[in-house]
């Protein structure tokens, strides 16, 4: 029997985290198969909950779960059980997935993360020095110190922000390696920009905002419109 209160309450963590999954659920079947229904959750990592029959097509199931949560749409597949029966199964992607990593834990990198995390991005903090200065990190978000940066698994649904030039000149050219459709860098308007045309800097729609809320607004509106393929 599948695990149903432990699959409700993995699918519920996540979206309340606004991490991605994917649900395959056997929807129909032909000739022999371990199983006539089931369900398994698939988290990014690889990791599982529950089952679909076991053995080589539930390897194949997961590889096309992972591959759904990718390019964000479910689909339909049959999978070939053995030579005795056929499985039908419908792999579910809820909408989640995109993140924001930003370096810093300022006001208005505050104010962005508290804005794009309400429209559903998983959010990790890159500081060294937070705790020490008092950050009280939101339970639903992530803080890490830089060297774990790399554990985290950027790309094309990955905002990335740079809150401090310290952070910027560091790990730039790393940045630029990753499929991230998104990079900005938070200054003013005086400071020298990097001259690379995937490098937003300043950051933000040009709404006339003031304040540390105001600006997030105008960097959130400006992400999605990068993400959503109107910029």
């Known amino acids: ?8 309450e993995i699918a519920t963590q996540c979206a309340r985290r606004n991490r991605s999954f994917s649900i395959a659920t056997i929807v129909g079947v032909q000739g022999r198969t371990p199983r006539k229904d089931g ?3 698939v988290l990014p990592d690889g990791s599982t909950c529950g089952t679909v029959g076991g053995g080589a ?3 194949e199931i997961k590889e096309l779960a992972l591959d759904a949560m990718k390019v964000g749409k479910g689909r ?9 029966g056929m499985l039908d199964v419908f792999i579910d ?6 993140k924001a990593v930003i370096f810093g834990t300022g006001h208005i990198a505050r104010s962005v993360a508290e ?4 429209i559903g991005f998983e959010v990790f903090f890159i500081d060294n020095y937070a705790v020490e200065h008092g950050f009280d990190c939101p339970q639903n978000m ?9 554990s985290i698994a950027i790309d094309s649904k990955t905002a990335i922000i740079f809150s401090n030039p310290q952070d910027r000149d560091k790990y730039i050219e790393e940045v630029l ?10 200054s003013s308007k005086l400071r020298p920009t990097i001259d690379n045309p995937r490098i937003r800097q300043p950051i933000g729609l040009d709404i006339g905002a003031e304040t540390p809320e105001e600006i997030a607004i105008s960097i959130a509106a400006q992400i999605l419109a990068v993400m959503n393929g109107k910029e």
């Not at 029997?1 to 409700?8: G, Q, S």
């Open 1 to 8: 029997m599948d695990h149903i209160d432990e699959l409700f």
């Open 39 to 41: 369900r398994m959750i």
């Open 57 to 59: 097509a539930e390897r």
């Open 76 to 84: 339909r597949v049959q999978i070939q059980v053995r030579e005795y």
């Open 93 to 98: 992607v809820p909408i989640r997935g995109r």
């Open 115 to 118: 804005v794009l995390f309400h």
């Open 142 to 150: 992530t803080l890490l110190p830089s060297d774990k940066f790399q």
């Open 177 to 186: 390696e990753t499929e991230s459709p998104y990079i900005g860098v938070l």
